[in-house]
């Protein structure tokens, strides 16, 4: 079969779509026979053929008929597999939940994409459980980075497979969830944009939790514009509410505190770079110490991660039983931290979040955004972590530090490609702002894309 639409964007499918120009039949197809016939068949642990079609041959009916549901109408999407999928079990990356319940109904979001037309292929690999930033399952193998040219290279997690099959052509967008960085980290990795909303702006029905304290979703994609059409059809908008913001009106703080600490020389190049242009463009660019990463970092230092303390209360009996067996050793052992964690421990974490959050929100300007590295190196390469766990430990920690302060902070976030680093992997350039201030980071970010994104060579 004759592929010729596979890596475009939504934007360029919708126009070929809404035109007549391309069946989505066709796309469906096409989409399939190249997840099917792909050198890597670790990104994705199921397709959805029959539905697949089925949602494809009625979103054609409706374009013939003058009754498109919008720009969505027939666009492909792959689901990380935390999300219910109806008379499929959730098995969240894991082996030990292969004989788990079907659902019985879609996930709220599975619902609403659906809704606005979108076409789901099937489900992409992670990390078991949603519990890492590199993107490792033993399971079911692990997605490799197709941006890499010399080594096989890590593809960032937890949502490895949402962001490798968006990368390599297969779908134009992804959902995924981020808990520490999980949308973010493997679309920096990858070199695609990743849209951490706010906690609470999409229905969590459906999607098996991490720590519902820090859960949040996104797409990755190829563009912001895409991701602001799938964030107005996740919250049931039949049209997108963004206002492109003007750059010259724009300011953003880059913090001088923990996220550059042992940046590579190309992240903090790229980076540098990305803020020159952004200054030439009228934004206005400012350097600032935030205490209050320090406070978070020692807070952790203190009494664990707060992720560690929900996902053990999550998953304590499975770690006593034999299921623990069947687990994936660094899971297993990173959750079980969880176990030394005190109820009083956790509420002073759970007390010094709000204050931190607070304090923060009051060193941002009124339209001022946060801007630092997304991730502080390029994505490495996987047989070393594979071989040793140590390395596992301290490299896994050092992926996530930059973003997961957004999540303790309860911001929401874009990833941006932003240029290359070591060995020509992507770098990417992580712009957020406070709870719940979607709408103003996604004007934004608009308006900046031009800007920041580096294409990659």
Known sequence: MTQTHLGKSIAQLSVLIQSGSLDPVTLVEESLDAIRTHKDQAIFTRLLEERAREEA???????????????????????????????????????????????????????????????????????EFAFSGLGLNPHYGTPLNPRATDVARIPGGSSSGSAVAVASGLVPVSIGTDTGGSVRIPSAFNGLVGYKASRGRYSMAGVFPLATSLDSLGPLCRSVQDAVWVDAAMRGRAAPDIIRANPAGLSVVVPTTVVMDDVEDGVAEAFEATLARLSAAGVKVR???????????????????????????????????????????????????????????????????????????????????????????????????????????????????????????????????????????????????????????????????????????
């Open 287 to 457: 350097r600032a110490a935030f205490p209050a990463f320090d406070r978070l970092f020692q807070v952790m230092a203190e009494h664990g991660p707060l992720v560690t303390a929900e996902a053990f209360a999550l998953h304590h009996r499975r770690l006593a039983g034999p299921e623990a067996e069947a687990m994936d050793r660094r899971v297993v052992a990173r959750t079980r931290l969880g176990e030394k964690i005190t109820l009083v421990g956790y509420l002073e974490i759970l007390q010094v979040r709000e204050q931190l959050i607070k304090y923060v929100a009051g060193m941002i300007g009124p339209n001022e955004f946060v801007a630092y590295p997304t991730v502080a190196h390029v994505a490495p390469a996987l047989a070393p972590l594979e071989a040793d766990d140590e390395l596992f430990v301290k490299v896994n920690f050092k992926t996530l530090r930059n973003t997961l302060i957004g999540n303790f902070l309860d911001w929401c976030g874009v990833s941006l490609p932003c240029g290359t680093g070591s060995a020509g992997m992507p770098v990417g350039f992580l712009l957020s702002a406070p709870k719940e201030q979607d709408e103003r980071l996604l004007g934004a970010a608009l308006a900046l894309e031009d800007i920041i994104v580096a294409k990659l060579v």
């Open 57 to 127: 041959t009625a979103s054609s009916r409706r374009l013939r008929e003058g009754r498109s549901r919008g720009l969505l109408d027939g666009i492909p999407v792959a689901w990380k597999d935390l999300f219910a999928i109806r008379g499929l079990p959730t098995t969240a990356g894991s082996i030990v939940l292969a004989d788990a319940a079907p659902a019985q109904e879609d996930a709220d979001v599975v619902e609403a994409l659906k809704a606005a037309g979108m076409v789901a292929i099937g489900r992409v690999n992670m990390s």
